[in-house]
């Protein structure tokens, strides 16, 4: 019988299996309805859902440039230093294993996100002249997926039911593999230290902690449904925290003179200033979504011919008022930037105030300098003399049991 990380790595398997095949069949199949490749790109193209935008403009909502910036940083962080992905790699035989289940990933990561901005396409093209959020068919943005599956392959008994029931196991068993990871951070960082620990003591204490996480984040959902856009609200919430986290590593890996102080101090400058950046622009941007029209869409019946010819008849009198409004110019701030910024702004001022603290400030005197802990690329050019590590107690523990038996 498997169990244990096993269990966690087959399951992630198959239900990536599962969707990987889901969004590729909802891709195929939509092209074909539309008339093939070439017409759902010239729909697209004619739509602008084609053009990248290259102007370094901070207030721009996505730009190549935010993108990139902020992808980099986001995957790095999750891939390289997220406690759920690293216990999967280290949990691997060999370091060869786990160079190759990182190619295997960034492969599969590539396929799986270039189907999802394929299927996103595809979307647009299949409703370009036929919008459902304008017409009220659906009432939010992160609804027109699931609609979209049920039209395409709702014809295939039981495929949009798996589809959907996919992308929820997916999320929960991502949602439980981080709650109990933080479980475990928490009690062996935080909690043993200040108390006699023993296994049963520490297993109460972090299915408490899951328990607790877990009404949390039901709760939390109930806030987030209310937020139009949750793509902007996480990032906003991410980014007040994760460019700093994944600065704080990749300046210990990669400065030799980073010590404890510098670290810390660089951390909470970060996180107060992108704190700062995040509530004080928050309800102040606004994005223009990109045009859509209901122009071809198909009357079922009188009741819904009046409905969107009301609909069409507030839009345009929407728009002309939009377009004789005077334009008023300001002055540009800093919380006039775009949220795809916030997780690389933060990640570069934790990574600048690190390494001007590391110069500036005397480390602790217990600080202990170990070459271990830098990046191979670092290493080959530091020489020093490797500091004396205290033993962990468990290993303590398990020399003296062998001697016992011995």
Request: overall charge neutral.
């Amino acid at each position: 019988m498997i169990g244990g990380i096993k269990a966690v790595v087959w399951t992630d398997v198959v239900q990536a299996m599962v969707m990987v095949f889901s969004v590729v069949l909802v891709g195929i199949l939509g092209t074909f309805r539309l008339g093939g490749l070439g017409e759902v790109l010239r729909i697209a193209d004619e739509g602008g859902r084609l053009d990248v935008n290259y102007t370094f403009d901070l207030s721009s909502r996505q730009t190549f440039w935010n993108t990139f910036a902020t992808a980099m940083v986001n995957w790095t962080g999750y891939v390289g230093l997220n406690q759920s992905c690293v216990q999967r790699i280290v949990s691997l035989p060999s370091l060869g294993h786990a160079r190759r289940s990182l190619i295997f990933f960034g492969i599969g990561f590539f396929v799986i996100m270039s189907f999802n901005c394929f299927t996103g396409i595809v979307m647009y093209a299949r409703y370009h002249d036929c919008d459902p959020l304008t017409l009220g068919v659906v009432n939010k943005l992160d609804k027109i997926m699931p609609y979209f599956v049920q039209d395409i392959i709702g014809h295939l008994t039981g495929m949009p039911g798996i589809f959907i029931s996919c992308v929820f196991s997916a999320a929960l068993s991502t949602l439980s593999a981080s709650i109990n990871s933080l479980s475990g951070i928490v009690y062996f960082d935080y909690i043993k230290p200040h108390i006699h620990h023993t296994e049963h003591k520490a297993n109460v204490i972090m299915k408490v902690f899951v328990f607790c996480s877990g009404i949390y984040c039901i709760f939390g959902g109930i806030v987030v449904e209310k937020f139009g856009s949750i793509l902007q609200m996480v990032y906003s919430i991410g980014g007040i925290s994760f460019g700093s986290v994944t600065g704080v590593f990749l300046l210990g890996m990669l400065v030799p003179r980073a010590h404890g102080r510098a670290a810390f101090w660089s951390v909470i400058v970060s996180i107060a200033c992108m704190s700062y950046i995040v509530i004080g622009s928050w309800g102040r941007n606004h994005y223009d979504l990109m045009p859509t029209s209901t122009d071809n869409c198909p009357a079922l019946n009188a009741t819904e011919i009046s409905k969107t010819s009301s609909i069409i008849s507030l839009l345009s009198t929407t728009s002309a008022t939009v377009q004789t409004a005077p334009l008023i110019e300001k002055e540009w701030s800093i919380l006039d930037m775009s949220f795809a910024w916030y997780i690389a702004v933060g990640f570069l001022i934790n990574c600048l105030v690190g390494l001007s603290l590391s110069f500036l400030l005397k480390p602790a005197s217990d600080a202990k300098f170990d070459p271990k802990l830098l990046s191979p690329i670092v290493k080959q050019f530091i020489k020093y003399e490797l500091t004396p590590a205290e033993e962990l107690s468990e290993l303590k523990v398990s020399k003296q049991t062998d001697r016992i038996k011995e």
